[in-house]
């Protein structure tokens, strides 16, 4: 034992072996080194969270609401897009509008048909406002009044109250509209005939203050005056037409047999409600595609929750309708949808007696492609109370995203509260330029943003826009500064307009107050946050330049130090 070498020279290490042994020791490492991998992809795979395709969308629409924190929206919750913010402006459609010359020859083909004023003598007579020489005078002051504006069709007017006044409404669109819609006004007209029966115009109301030459529209109703190419159209594709009236009443079904007949969708339940409009849309809008993938009716609770970042009170909202905010009018009309609590009673009544059967799914990832060939009358989604697995729009990620388009052409904004914004442009004659300013907790966190509570400084404002905006100019400001008097130096070189000067537009007196109250059964409805940041950013939008804070006011990110170029990609 003693005489024998310390290591033993076993028949493993004789040399012979050593390729052997290498061979077999770079096997088991790779072996190691496989199984680690696949613990560590295991271990990956049960925590990973899939990030949603939402914000890293494929078209230019989803392209807007992108954003870079998790399942919920908090990029720029204040503006809200909807479909006619993504409908290209075709000017071929609004090419055609009526210059002063196609007045004086309509003017000059009449004149043989009908006498020139109905005067004969009695210049002090009742006007007839029927009169082609009145009509003619009326649209050619029009014309020549509004500067900024194009005409597309007049109305016929209609006698106003008094003896010399005629009410007369006109579609038009600002001269350099972005925005592919129309604009109904109509607003009255006091005229003056002279003792040789000469009639002159001697002043024109304001905005919709014409209210006898309002009427709902009919399409069967020929217009007072239009050229014969002139469209509500481009492409095929309807154009929202504000300040027509509205009616937004709930669609009901024809018959039991009709009823029984139909094929529905419903969504329930889920993390959806009392998030902001943002994330409500982009679900809304999946259970829509969804829907209309599937040729079904879509049931819709159009009562909904208004988030807190909305509210006056700071607190979530149940009860607010979904006809407040959007054109319900235009998706009735477009869509196959029903309102939920009509659908339910209509279902109570006739489920049993004609057999109708539901088809319940509680799973987001069963798609709707496996639904195409279900025959039950109703399917139902129905959604658990884990976030963000909860929210409607899970449905359409995946494979889903390129078989379910989301419909947004289907979805306006509220012609009530864009009646609005065309009356606030309206009263500053179409003829301005705007700034948004943002400031608020921005503006505090110089952390984030260093510099934007001196850039948007009044006198830092004053030396930015001197090169950007003419002085004397009109200049609407959109801002969430709650002290508007914070401006006050911007008035020694430019006439600034704020939202607040306009509560008029939306107090107990006016037209917004008295409909949206009847359309919330006799319960007036507040002018909420949504709605104003809805308003102020459409007016904004309207002004001949627009100056954002980001783009030219300041250089810090608008969302935080360090995220210019991710926000840009």
């Known amino acids: 034992m003693l005489g024998r070498p310390g290591l033993s020279r076993t028949g493993s290490f004789r040399p012979e072996n050593l390729g052997q042994n290498a061979l077999h020791m770079i096997g088991n490492l790779c072996f190691t080194i496989f199984v680690i991998g696949v613990l560590v992809f295991t271990i990956i795979a049960a925590t990973y969270e899939p990030e949603d395709p939402l914000f890293h969308p494929s078209t230019k629409i989803t392209t807007f609401l992108t954003s870079t924190s998790n399942a919920t929206f908090q990029s720029d919750n204040t503006v809200v897009r909807t479909g006619e913010d993504f409908m290209a402006a075709n000017q071929t459609a609004f090419a055609t509008f009526i210059n002063v010359t196609d007045v004086a020859e309509v003017k000059e083909a009449s004149t043989d048909e009908t006498s020139s004023s109905g005067c004969e003598g009695d210049s002090k007579g009742p006007l007839d406002c029927k009169d082609p020489e009145v009509f003619h005078l009326m649209m050619r002051v029009a014309i020549e009044h509004f500067k900024d504006i194009h005409f597309y069709r007049f109305g016929k007017p209609a006698p106003g109250p008094e003896e010399n006044t005629c009410d007369m409404a006109w579609r038009f669109r600002p001269k350099e509209g972005k925005t592919a819609a129309f604009y109904k006004d109509y607003r009255r007209f006091v005229i003056n005939r002279s003792e040789n029966c000469t009639l002159s115009v001697v002043s024109i109301g304001d905005y919709?203050?014409?209210?006898?030459?309002?009427?709902?529209?009919?399409?069967?109703?020929?217009?007072?005056?239009?050229?014969?190419?002139?469209?509500?159209?481009?492409?095929?594709?309807?154009?929202?037409?504000?300040?027509?009236?509205?009616?937004?009443?709930?669609?009901?079904?024809?018959?039991?047999?009709?009823?029984?007949?139909?094929?529905?969708?419903?969504?329930?339940?889920?993390g959806d409600r009392c998030k902001n409009m943002n994330h409500y849309l982009w679900s809304f809008l999946c259970a829509l595609g969804e829907a209309q993938y599937l040729n079904r009716t879509l049931i819709m609770d159009l009562s909904l929750c208004l988030s807190s970042i909305y509210t006056s009170s700071n607190q979530d909202e149940e009860g607010k309708d979904f006809r407040f905010y959007y054109d319900f009018e235009h998706l009735k009309e477009a869509a196959s949808v029903l309102d939920q609590e009509q659908f339910w009673q209509d279902w109570n009544n006739w489920q049993r007696k004609d057999k109708l059967t539901l088809y319940l799914v509680e799973d987001f990832r069963v798609t709707p492609l496996k639904l195409s060939e279900v025959k039950d009358s109703l399917i139902m989604r129905k959604f658990g109370n884990a976030e963000p697995d909860n929210y409607w729009y899970r449905v359409c990620e995946g494979e889903t995203e390129s078989v379910v388009q989301r419909p947004w052409h289907l979805v306006w904004k509220s012609r009530r509260l864009m009646d609005i914004v065309s009356a606030i442009a309206s009263r500053l004659n179409w003829d301005y330029d705007s700034v948004h300013i943002v400031r608020g907790e921005k503006s505090r966190n110089r952390d984030l943003w260093p510099n934007l509570a001196q850039d948007t400084s009044p006198g830092s404002l004053l030396s930015t826009l001197q090169d950007k905006i003419e002085d004397g100019r009109n200049v609407y400001i959109a801002t969430n500064e709650p002290d508007t008097s914070f401006f006050d130096p911007l008035k020694d070189k430019y006439s600034t307009h704020f939202l607040n000067e306009y509560k008029d537009l939306w107090d107990e007196n006016s037209e917004w107050y008295s409909e949206t109250t009847k359309l919330n059964n006799g319960v007036p409805v507040e002018f909420d946050g949504h709605m104003r940041a809805s308003v102020d950013t459409e007016v904004f939008l309207r002004g001949k330049k627009q100056i954002e804070t980001f783009n030219h006011l300041t250089n810090d990110c608008k969302d935080g130090v360090n995220t210019c170029k991710t926000a840009a990609s």
């Open 208 to 270: 919709h203050s014409g209210v006898n030459a309002r009427k709902r529209k009919n399409k069967n109703q020929k217009p007072g005056f239009e050229k014969s190419s002139g469209r509500q159209e481009q492409g095929g594709v309807s154009l929202p037409v504000v300040g027509e009236s509205v009616n937004d009443s709930l669609p009901l079904v024809e018959s039991e047999n009709a009823f029984s007949r139909g094929k529905y969708l419903i969504y329930v339940g889920g």
